[in-house]
């Protein structure tokens, strides 16, 4: 029998994980000396925890959502959900059909695949939160979790793009008890997760894993520090998923690197004037 399950990754306080939370994003904003946030609201649960904690945190008033769908991808139910959180949580909100500018991009390379084109809507998704920052005195929220973060699962420069993360450190299992804490409507909070970059596009599916065992592999590599075959014995997953999961961590690694430089001190042995001034 397994000893570690998915009740021990969500067993949490999460009336004081909310209040955490919302207290960095107050810090953060008052830092940033901007009048509020701006959130991408994709309909899914992700993106409603966030928009939640932002209201929470901030006030309504000092949030904007924006709804940013690409009617050849997303579901109109996606939209209608979207909508509904907005309303839901009191912020104002616009929705933008990204389609022309999906097409002004790719018509640079008419012959892009499914996975590049999905990229080019993650994008222009980011940079027009960031025009709307801009514009309105804002930053922008992440809203990728840290299942995501860890398995590389976002795109590079789109949704891995933001000034800040509140929800990065919560696993999706974590995220859906949290949403449910903040008021999300059921339907939401357990929707299946769809960053919809393509037709019928759906993260389980296009993992080949569910979040539930993405989870708790995770857990126990990264939580409490297990080698593969631990985890894989003591979560009963099995290496094979273990593995699986590990390979994606690793293969991802460039995503959550800031930036790839060369050693700065290696530098600084090159460097005569900055030596010269050490040694005076």
């Given at each position: ?14 009336p ?35 928009l ?163 989870d ?22 099995g ?8 390979d ?33």
């Amino acid at each position: 029998m397994a000893r570690i399950t998915l009740d021990h990754v969500v067993d949490m306080d999460y009336p004081a994980v909310a209040e955490l939370l919302e207290g960095f994003i107050r810090r953060a904003v008052a830092e940033s000396g901007r009048r509020g946030v701006v959130v991408g609201v994709s309909g899914g649960v992700d993106s409603a925890t966030t928009l939640a904690l932002a209201a929470e945190a901030l006030g309504p008033n000092r949030v904007l959502a924006l709804i940013m769908p690409d009617p050849r991808v997303t579901p109109e139910r996606d939209v209608e959900d979207a909508k509904r959180l907005a309303r839901q949580f009191g912020v104002d909100y616009r929705i933008i059909d990204i389609s022309k500018m999906v097409d002004a991009v790719v018509s640079a390379l008419p012959t892009a695949g499914r996975v590049a084109v999905g990229n080019v809507r993650a994008r222009l998704r980011m940079v027009l939160l960031y025009l709307f920052a801009n514009e309105e005195d804002l930053i922008v929220l992440g809203t990728g979790d840290r299942s995501e973060f860890l398995i590389g699962y976002f795109t590079k420069y789109g949704d891995g793009a933001a000034d800040i993360y509140p929800i990065s450190v919560l696993y999706k299992s974590q995220v859906r008890r949290l949403a449910l804490e903040l008021g999300v409507p059921k339907d939401v909070a357990f929707k299946p997760s769809a960053p919809r970059l393509w037709p019928g596009h759906e993260a389980e599916r296009e993992l080949g894993l569910s979040y539930e065992q993405i989870d708790l592999a995770l857990f126990a590599l990264f939580d409490l520090g297990m080698s593969l075959e631990e985890a894989a014995r003591e979560t009963g997953l099995g290496i094979e998923v273990v593995r699986r999961v590990w390979d994606m961590h690793v293969r991802s690694r460039h995503k959550r690197a800031c930036f790839e430089a060369p050693d700065l001190r290696d530098v600084r042995r090159l460097w005569r004037g900055y030596a010269t001034l050490r040694r005076s």
